[in-house]
């Protein structure tokens, strides 16, 4: 029995360790900058495109627009859906109040996205008020209301719930 313990307490014989082998360093190194790229392609990539959002957003600004153009020329604008071309369409016409030629754009509509709702063209005059209340859905995988006030054309855009 003494023979095995001076073999345990021999300096050359120890069963603990000090520091790091570079095995370990490099596997550490690498398995943090494997998290790290894979959490920065993670945060980086951009979120799905919702096509009833966008066609949302972007009716929500021209309608704006078009008030601010109305009190700014002295104008009215008519806003319509056009949905007999493919894809649907919104047309904004604005006549001036002098002699000038009418001006015409248009805001084509995600061919995912449907629209329900007010039918009858809507006329900004230029003080900036709708003609009446303007309300639409836009329809694709998510739902969003798109309303405009009458007195001042505020607009509104929410998610449907």
Not at 50 to 57: E, F, G
Not at 105 to 131: C, F, M, Y
Request: with cysteine; net charge positive; glycine share 4%.
């Amino acid at each position: 029995m003494s023979q095995r313990l001076s073999r345990i307490a021999r300096p050359g014989n120890t069963c603990t360790r000090a520091g790091v082998s570079a095995v370990e360093a490099i596997a550490v190194v690498l398995l943090i900058s494997t998290t790290a790229v894979a959490a920065t392609y993670k945060m980086s990539s951009a979120p799905p495109i919702d096509p009833a959002r966008v066609s949302a957003q972007s009716f929500a600004e021209m309608l704006r627009d078009a008030r601010e153009t109305a009190i700014k020329n002295h104008s009215r604008i008519t806003v319509s859906l056009d949905q007999s071309s493919s894809p649907a369409r919104w047309t904004f016409c604005s006549t001036q109040s002098t002699n000038s030629s009418p001006s015409k754009w248009e805001l084509p509509v995600d061919q995912d996205v449907k629209v329900e709702g007010t039918i009858v063209p809507i006329r900004i005059d230029d003080h900036g008020n709708a003609s009446y209340f303007g309300e639409w859905k836009f329809v694709g995988q998510t739902g969003y209301h798109v309303t405009l006030q009458p007195i001042g054309a505020r607009v509104t855009m929410k998610a449907i719930d």
